[in-house]
């Protein structure tokens, strides 16, 4: 049974910063991609940021150069530090998983990428105040 948990979502003042975690556990891949996404309200669910199990990343043109997405592969643990942050980045942001069919490098072209991701976790919630 495959399970994403994200934490370490919560308020900000505009200009700070946080740091996610998603643990990953049971995925049926030896070679994956997972990645970030969130989803204000009112708005459609974007991708934020992905890497491959090999540590290759992408970022929506939004938040490139503010986040940094990383993986702890032996512990199977998704982060996403995130700094700078600005009102427009309030959202609930969700961690993804799939495997070796996830084009994650079409992110940074602006292309979705959410149907490649095959598992979900709940979201953790962001909130930047100004």
């Keep these: 049974q495959v399970q994403l948990v994200e934490s370490g979502g919560g308020s900000v003042q505009a200009g700070g910063s946080l740091r996610l975690s998603c ?4 995925l ?3 070679h994956y991609a997972m990645g970030w996404f969130r989803q204000a309200p ?10 491959d199990h090999e ?7 939004s938040v490139k150069g ?20 600005k009102p427009e980045d309030t959202a609930m942001y ?6 070796p069919g996830v084009r994650w490098w079409l992110l940074s072209q602006g ?3 959410e149907a490649d991701f095959a598992y979900w976790g709940q979201g953790t919630q962001v909130t930047v105040s100004s």
Excluded at 55 to 61: L, N, P
Excluded at 94 to 99: E, L, Q, R, T, V
């Design 23 to 26: 643990a990953a556990s049971g």
């Design 28 to 30: 049926p891949y030896s």
């Design 42 to 51: 009112g708005k459609e669910r974007e991708g934020v940021a992905a890497i």
């Design 55 to 61: 540590g290759s990343t992408s970022y929506a043109s």
């Design 66 to 85: 503010r986040f940094t997405i990383s993986l702890d592969n032996a512990k199977k643990i998704l982060y996403l530090e995130m700094n700078s942050l």
């Design 94 to 99: 969700y961690c993804a998983a799939g495997g």
């Design 111 to 113: 292309l979705p990428i």
